[in-house]
């Protein structure tokens, strides 16, 4: 069975996720202006928060959540964060996320852009490289020193002001102070304070490759010829940078993705599986049960009672 061409994955966009789980009704629509879908930089506390759950979901922009008092949780990938003041999380467009629990007790600033903005007439791709928690395998979490924090905020307050402040945001302004932004936070990113390792920067492709080849490939083998090193090389390297084996990211990313489609898209459990690279769909399925308990059936039934 192949998928129809016309039948895509769902990513939202901007305007599409808050009507979706702000609530069509909702008020605080009237915050979000004519560019809004490329970039909106706005305080948690002035906004009302989301009125449902989010389940596994994708983006096509940046979000970065800077808390400045409370505590926010989601999950970026496979992984929950807590976030609380002074600390941000990242969301890179195109990763994975969720949001089971709703509350409004933080306060802090959200800023979204889309990732055409740093591409524009002061940045360029290779600068972006700079910046690890862009990246889908990066670190999205930083805890910011005491000094730092009155820079960010200035920064992010400026930001705020240049979206509510005029009609039609100037996007070179813009992109000038996210970069500025951007080069705050990495003063206080973990790896900018030792130097990186060759696990580490080994580790950190891989991420990017599995992300970006999990429908085709599932083989350690794969991967390790992709990165010029044998596969027990590659499996020591991951295991001593993350704690679990490069098959153990494999196989987290196979379900997340699967995760993610149950919950996005009437795929049906055979197109799904091979959206993530199994042929046979009843492999698939024992292969989502082993790890989840469930079938993937039962997990789409568990999201409909939801």
């Given at each position: 069975?192949?998928?129809?061409?016309?039948?895509?994955?769902?990513?939202?966009?901007?305007?599409?996720?808050?009507?979706?789980?702000?609530?069509?009704?909702?008020?605080?629509?009237?915050?979000?202006?004519?560019?809004?879908?490329?970039?909106?930089?706005?305080?948690?506390?002035?906004?009302?928060?989301?009125?449902?759950?989010?389940?596994?979901?994708?983006?096509?922009?940046?979000?970065?959540?800077?808390?400045?008092?409370?505590?926010?949780?989601?999950?970026?990938?496979?992984?929950?964060?807590?976030?609380?003041?002074?600390?941000?999380?990242?969301?890179?467009?195109?990763?994975?996320?969720s949001i089971e629990n709703v509350n409004s007790t933080h306060t802090g600033?959200?800023?979204?852009?889309?990732?055409?903005?740093?591409?524009?007439?002061?940045?360029?791709?290779?600068?972006?490289?700079?910046?690890?928690?862009?990246?889908?395998?990066?670190?999205?979490?930083?805890?910011?020193?005491?000094?730092?924090?009155?820079?960010?905020?200035?920064?992010?307050?400026?930001?705020?002001?240049?979206?509510?402040?005029?009609?039609?945001?100037?996007?070179?302004?813009?992109?000038?102070?996210?970069?500025?932004?951007?080069?705050?936070?990495n003063k206080n990113s973990v790896q900018t304070f030792k130097s990186i390792?060759?696990?580490?920067?080994?580790?950190?492709?891989?991420?990017?490759?599995?992300?970006?080849?999990?429908?085709?490939?599932?083989?350690?083998?794969?991967?390790?010829?992709?990165?010029?090193?044998?596969?027990?090389?590659?499996?020591?390297?991951?295991?001593?940078?993350?704690?679990?084996?490069?098959?153990?990211?494999?196989?987290?990313?196979?379900?997340?993705?699967?995760?993610?489609?149950?919950?996005?898209?009437?795929?049906?459990?055979?197109?799904?599986?091979?959206?993530?690279?199994?042929?046979?769909?009843?492999?698939?399925?024992?292969?989502?049960?082993?790890?989840?308990?469930?079938?993937?059936?039962?997990?789409?039934?568990?999201?409909?009672?939801?």
């Amino acid at each position: 069975m192949k998928i129809k061409p016309d039948e895509k994955v769902k990513t939202y966009e901007a305007k599409g996720f808050r009507e979706k789980f702000l609530g069509e009704e909702n008020p605080m629509h009237l915050l979000f202006k004519s560019n809004s879908d490329h970039f909106f930089c706005l305080k948690m506390e002035e906004m009302m928060q989301l009125q449902f759950p989010v389940p596994p979901s994708k983006h096509s922009c940046h979000t970065l959540l800077f808390v400045t008092s409370g505590t926010h949780v989601m999950k970026v990938g496979y992984k929950e964060y807590q976030t609380v003041s002074n600390e941000i999380i990242m969301v890179p467009a195109g990763q994975i996320f969720s949001i089971e629990n709703v509350n409004s007790t933080h306060t802090g600033y959200i800023c979204q852009f889309h990732p055409d903005i740093l591409i524009g007439k002061y940045g360029n791709r290779e600068m972006i490289n700079d910046f690890d928690f862009l990246k889908i395998s990066g670190n999205p979490k930083i805890s910011l020193a005491e000094e730092d924090v009155k820079s960010i905020i200035a920064i992010l307050s400026r930001l705020q002001q240049e979206y509510l402040g005029t009609q039609t945001a100037n996007l070179n302004i813009v992109q000038s102070y996210l970069i500025a932004l951007f080069y705050e936070m990495n003063k206080n990113s973990v790896q900018t304070f030792k130097s990186i390792s060759a696990a580490e920067v080994l580790s950190s492709k891989f991420k990017e490759l599995i992300h970006n080849n999990i429908k085709t490939h599932h083989q350690v083998n794969y991967y390790a010829s992709l990165l010029n090193v044998t596969p027990n090389h590659l499996n020591k390297s991951v295991k001593f940078v993350t704690g679990q084996s490069a098959a153990k990211w494999i196989e987290e990313t196979i379900l997340l993705e699967a995760k993610y489609l149950l919950f996005q898209t009437t795929f049906s459990v055979s197109e799904i599986a091979l959206q993530v690279g199994h042929e046979d769909h009843s492999y698939f399925s024992r292969f989502f049960k082993k790890h989840e308990g469930i079938t993937p059936i039962q997990y789409r039934k568990l999201i409909d009672k939801s």
